[in-house]
């Protein structure tokens, strides 16, 4: 190079021959990197159209298992509403059953089968179960060695239902059961394969008799239509076959039930389960992709010829590359001179900068005084990053400034932020920054595996509003919180994370639970409340009724204080003659002392017959209780009678039923049991009888015991009033003499009778006059009674309303 070219001319030449160097270089290499990258990027495609291919396929699987699993609940939840299985082997049936696999037919008796006493021969309960759910459904009956349909919503090729087909014993299916496992997987039912579950179900003896099957079919239109419609920009084709090699499914109609090995490229295909394979198909040259979906046994191809992949992108690389080379070529020299000379510079240190910022550090710094782009550019990346660190600081200080529980997590649900008070709500300790990066499963519910809520929310892009959840702390506690997530989104729209702030309910819910408490105590005093104001009520008429029936009786009282002085006075005019009767008595207490002799002489001789009346008495009486204790004993040896007799009665009954278990091998013993609850029953009645005849003897003996007992305590009242009347005779001997005296006396004291009678006359008056008092006071007390029965009502209405 001349040495008087300058430098600059020499760097843009050295940079120009550089520049149409690195052209024809890098577009030799271009197009030969293009066709690898066009040949890679096809086996890409075609990789990734089949890992789809195969997700989507294993999403159906579990999804249509889930549908699965939850037809068999409705079955058997259906099932068990109808009652209990159990076989009737003496109501059996000729049919002609045929083996599903190899369609043999064959004769056999089949018992009948029913369930809550109605035979399961129709199919009400399968169909019922395919209106609820949409799944096949079949109920088997267990012969020797099958699985014979009795029940089922599953139609042959020609439309009929498959009732009378079995699955033999070589079956899976039939091993599983019959081990008492439920058989869950692909199997294949009349004349496809399906999803399906079997389950076992044992009958009232605790016998495998019947087994529910539900299932799904694999190859729906939903699956079909997946397959075939599978391609890359509408380009190639996706097929399926299973490992006999039969073709299930291809884009091509004609192709479906083929064999794989038949065809020109099948043993290149056989010979890959999982990966890429070529192979030439009609003449082309086709890149393919295999998986391999074991739960179905699908073997999923995703394919692709070489002039669908490459000719016309070959064409645009060479156009394409040819006018580059140009274009590069010419914007070479401009481009070296402007970079050479101004921009170099400058641009590395806004790279550094920019790298700087990018690091985290917004407190880096970039020099530029120029007026030119470079220099708008620069002060509009320092503006930019003045912008974003006063946005991220404002972000980050709203979440540093919330005093609610709240979190931050990424799109793989691992934890960027949490506060202090959301630690606190799950009783974790330690800073917030150490769960920072941790899963949120783990962190809220110790397993990384759990799906949140969170995680649903960025999948759909959905807020989630109030959700009540029930989170266990990690020292045991239980909080109740109230949840609000929502999917976060950068400006483009793109899911970046998620956030969940909550609002704890704990003490609310406490609160709940004690006012419900608090108004279950108040209902329960309102009803004894309730019951209290009926007392009061009751008692309050029941008072008011005793005291107008006193206000009478003070009525009365006084009525018969007034009767009473008039008869008072009617007294003292009797008394009077008391006194001219006291002489004439006088002269017959003679005659009285001479008959008490006499009396008392007859008295002596009552008293001795009245003790030998008490002696015979008082033998009766311990006869009587003697004969009490022996019926109450045999009272009690009844009652042991009637026991042995109700348990003999339950045995019997125990033993018809264990009989009935047994078939035919228990009908003698049935009609044994059978005879030995009808002699219990006998012994039963025959016992109640006797007892009622006990129990009558038992009453005729008390009676008479108590009677006995009545018999000598007044003999001996009359023993004793016998010699009370003997000493009471020779008393009246003794007194008679004094008689006479006392006679005398009479009269004096008749006439201190008659002026203690005008007291007592005084004393009447002074009574009527308090009588009338009492009956007015009565006549307010009852007032005041009714008064107290009409409140009591009162809070008997309000205590009503209360309860209301």
């Given at each position: 190079?001349?040495?008087?070219?300058?430098?600059?001319?020499?760097?843009?030449?050295?940079?120009?021959?550089?520049?149409?160097?690195?052209?024809?270089?890098?577009?030799?290499?271009?197009?030969?990197?293009?066709?690898?990258?066009?040949?890679?990027?096809?086996?890409?495609?075609?990789?990734?159209?089949?890992?789809?291919?195969?997700?989507?396929?294993?999403?159906?699987?579990?999804?249509t298992q889930e549908k699965v699993h939850a037809d068999l609940a409705t079955l058997e939840r259906e099932l068990s509403n109808i009652g209990l299985l159990f076989i009737n082997k003496r109501q059996a049936q000729t049919m002609t059953i045929v083996n599903q696999v190899t369609q043999a037919q064959e004769t056999a008796e089949v018992p009948s089968m029913f369930v809550g006493g109605n035979r399961i021969d129709d199919h009400h309960l399968v169909d019922r179960v395919q209106q609820m759910a949409g799944g096949t459904a079949t109920v088997f009956q267990v012969l020797p060695g099958k699985l014979l349909r009795i029940s089922t919503n599953v139609r042959k090729t020609n439309g009929d239902r498959a009732v009378g087909t079995y699955i033999p014993e070589s079956s899976p299916v039939y091993q599983a059961v019959m081990r008492g496992e439920t058989y869950l997987g692909r199997a294949f039912v009349v004349n496809a394969w399906y999803v399906t579950a079997y389950k076992p179900i044992k009958d009232i003896q605790g016998e495998i008799a019947a087994v529910l099957y539900v299932g799904r079919p694999i190859m729906?239109?939903?699956?079909?239509?997946?397959?075939?419609?599978?391609?890359?920009?509408?380009?190639?084709?996706?097929?399926?076959?299973?490992?006999?090699?039969?073709?299930?499914?291809?884009?091509?109609?004609?192709?479906?039930?083929?064999?794989?090995?038949d065809q020109s490229f099948g043993d290149r295909l056989l010979s890959v389960t999982n990966g890429y394979v070529d192979y030439d198909s009609e003449g082309q040259h086709t890149l393919a992709y295999a998986r391999y979906f074991e739960p179905w046994d699908w073997n999923i191809v995703v394919g692709i010829t070489d002039d669908d992949l490459l000719s016309k992108a070959r064409q645009r690389i060479y156009i394409v590359s040819a006018v580059a080379a140009t274009a590069l070529l010419g914007l070479a020299a401009l481009l070296a001179m402007g970079v050479v000379?101004?921009?170099?510079?400058?641009?590395?240190?806004?790279?550094?900068?920019?790298?700087?910022?990018?690091?985290?550090?917004?407190?880096?710094?970039?020099?530029?005084?120029?007026?030119?782009?470079?220099?708008?550019?620069?002060?509009?990346?320092?503006?930019?990053?003045?912008?974003?660190?006063?946005?991220?600081?404002?972000?980050?200080?709203?979440?540093?400034?919330?005093?609610?529980?709240?979190l931050v997590v990424d799109t793989s649900e691992r934890i960027t932020f949490i506060n202090k008070e959301c630690l606190a709500m799950l009783q974790l300790d330690g800073p917030p920054e150490r769960h920072h990066g941790e899963l949120m499963s783990q962190v809220f519910y110790n397993d990384p595996t759990r799906q949140t809520v969170v995680g649903k929310s960025m999948k759909t892009g959905e807020?989630?509003?109030?959700?009540d959840v029930q989170i266990k702390g990690h020292k045991g506690g239980l909080v109740h919180v109230l949840a609000n997530i929502a999917p976060l989104a950068d400006l483009d729209g793109k899911i970046i994370g998620g956030f969940c702030i909550y609002v704890d309910l704990t003490t609310i819910k406490e609160h709940e639970t004690q006012i419900h408490q608090q108004n279950e105590r108040i209902a329960q005093v309102a009803r004894e409340a309730d019951h209290i104001s009926e007392i009061v009520s009751s008692a309050a008429e029941e008072l008011s009724a005793q005291v107008e029936q006193a206000s009478r009786g003070s009525e009365i009282q006084s009525s018969r204080a007034g009767e009473t002085a008039t008869a008072m006075e009617q007294m003292n005019a009797s008394v009077l003659e008391v006194a001219k009767s006291a002489s004439n008595a006088a002269e017959s207490a003679d005659q009285a002392k001479e008959k008490a002799a006499a009396g008392e002489a007859k008295v002596r001789q009552v008293i001795a017959a009245i003790s030998e009346v008490d002696r015979q008495a008082a033998t009766l009486q311990q006869y009587m209780s003697e004969l009490g204790q022996r019926a109450d004993g045999i009272g009690q040896i009844i009652t042991v009678i009637e026991d042995i007799a109700d348990?003999?009665?339950?045995?019997?009954?125990?033993?018809?039923?264990?009989?009935?278990?047994?078939?035919?091998?228990?009908?003698?013993?049935?009609?044994?049991?059978?005879?030995?609850?009808?002699?219990?029953?006998?012994?039963?009645?025959?016992?109640?009888?006797?007892?009622?005849a006990i129990a009558s003897i038992q009453q005729g003996a008390s009676k008479s015991i108590e009677a006995t007992r009545s018999a000598t305590e007044a003999v001996g009242r009359s023993t004793r009033l016998a010699e009370e009347s003997g000493q009471a005779m020779h008393e009246i001997v003794r007194i008679a003499d004094a008689t006479a005296g006392q006679v005398q006396s009479i009269a004096t004291a008749s006439e201190e009778q008659s002026a203690a009678s005008e007291e007592i006359n005084h004393a009447v008056e002074e009574i009527n006059r308090i009588s009338a008092e009492t009956a007015d006071g009565m006549s307010q007390s009852a007032k005041a009674v009714s008064d107290l029965a009409k409140q009591a009502l009162e809070l008997k209405r309000l205590i009503e309303g209360l309860n209301e």
């Open positions: 190079m001349p040495k008087a070219l300058s430098f600059n001319t020499k760097l843009l030449l050295s940079t120009i021959g550089v520049v149409i160097v690195s052209i024809i270089i890098l577009t030799s290499v271009n197009l030969w990197q293009s066709n690898q990258s066009l040949t890679n990027l096809g086996l890409s495609t075609i990789g990734a159209v089949g890992d789809t291919l195969y997700r989507d396929i294993e999403i159906q699987h579990q999804l729906n239109p939903q699956n079909r239509k997946l397959i075939i419609e599978a391609s890359m920009g509408g380009k190639g084709q996706a097929f399926v076959y299973n490992t006999q090699g039969e073709i299930l499914l291809h884009p091509d109609e004609s192709m479906v039930g083929k064999r794989i090995e000379r101004t921009v170099a510079k400058p641009l590395h240190r806004l790279e550094a900068y920019t790298r700087e910022v990018a690091t985290g550090n917004f407190n880096a710094t970039i020099d530029y005084s120029g007026r030119d782009a470079i220099g708008e550019t620069i002060e509009a990346v320092r503006t930019m990053v003045a912008d974003m660190k006063h946005k991220l600081g404002y972000a980050r200080g709203i979440l540093d400034g919330m005093t609610t529980p709240c807020i989630t509003r109030n959700l348990q003999t009665n339950l045995l019997a009954l125990n033993a018809a039923i264990e009989a009935a278990r047994a078939g035919d091998a228990g009908r003698g013993f049935a009609v044994v049991a059978d005879e030995v609850r009808k002699l219990a029953e006998k012994t039963m009645n025959a016992t109640k009888e006797v007892a009622s």
